[in-house]
């Protein structure tokens, strides 16, 4: 489903030059549920923002269902991104100032979905992680579970076919953090692939498969 070849990134910043990936090798296939692992400054963020076309290797091929990317605009790059991904993050990025409802329904806005149907889809995500009676109410009115569990009915509303998590319970305290592990869990059983960043061994020892990273490069 996806496929690193010998991928490698450095960023450079001024004068400092930085190898955040060396060499990589990597398939995942469809369905799979798997974890990523390694101290803070190994390379993980950057390798899930390859894995998920958040950014682009210096050298080496990514391949989504086949495909070769490297020579993709970021117009193509973008659209094949928003179809194929949903994202979720440590710290949610929910927006405030917008109710549950309508954070669900923004994936959803760049796609021709009427609204009604982007009201009934969003309603649907709600509803599959627990929240169908919080749709009304703005992002800080909930706990830390219940925004992430916002953000995850987010990442899902279009269908992608691969959830990107990066420490999705990194904020979480520990009753919360099983809550959402269980969510990701049951999606994955219904058949979307899981990639997940955690320091958490239990979270990832659920998980179907265990990748350790270590200063730029797959380990075990
Ligand atoms: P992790 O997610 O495992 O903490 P990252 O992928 O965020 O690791 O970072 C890997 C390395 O690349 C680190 O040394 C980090 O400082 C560096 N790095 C990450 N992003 C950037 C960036 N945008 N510019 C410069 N260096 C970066
Ligand atoms: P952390 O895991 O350290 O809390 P974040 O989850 O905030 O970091 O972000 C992880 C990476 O994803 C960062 O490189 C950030 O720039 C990028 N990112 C965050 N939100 C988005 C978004 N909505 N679209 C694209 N990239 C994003």
């Not at 609204?115 to 009934?120: C, F, S, W």
């Amino acid at each position: 489903m996806i496929q690193l070849e010998n991928v490698s990134k450095t960023y450079q910043t001024d004068k400092v030059e930085t190898i955040a990936l060396r060499d990589i090798n990597l398939l995942i296939n469809k369905g799979e549920f798997v974890s990523i692992m390694g101290p803070s400054g190994c390379g993980k963020s950057t390798l899930l923002n390859l894995l998920g076309l958040l950014d682009r290797p210096g050298e080496g091929k990514v391949k989504i269902a086949g495909q070769e990317l490297h020579q993709w605009g970021d117009k193509d790059l973008a659209k094949m991104r928003n179809k194929t991904f949903g994202f979720i993050f440590q710290s949610f990025h929910l927006i405030n100032d917008l109710r549950v409802i309508d954070n669900v329904e923004l994936p959803l806005l760049y796609r021709k979905t009427s609204a009604k149907q982007r009201r009934e889809l969003a309603e649907q995500a709600l509803a599959s992680v627990g929240l169908s009676a919080r749709m009304e109410h703005y992002p800080n009115q909930l706990s830390g579970g219940q925004q992430q569990r916002v953000a995850i009915a987010r990442a899902m509303v279009g269908q992608p076919d691969i959830l990107l998590a990066d420490e999705p319970t990194g904020n979480l305290d520990s009753h919360m953090g099983s809550e959402v592990m269980d969510i990701l869990l049951k999606l994955n059983q219904q058949g979307t692939t899981v990639v997940m960043v955690t320091h958490d061994e239990r979270h990832a020892k659920q998980s179907g498969r265990i990748i350790r990273v270590f200063d730029g490069q797959l380990v075990a």
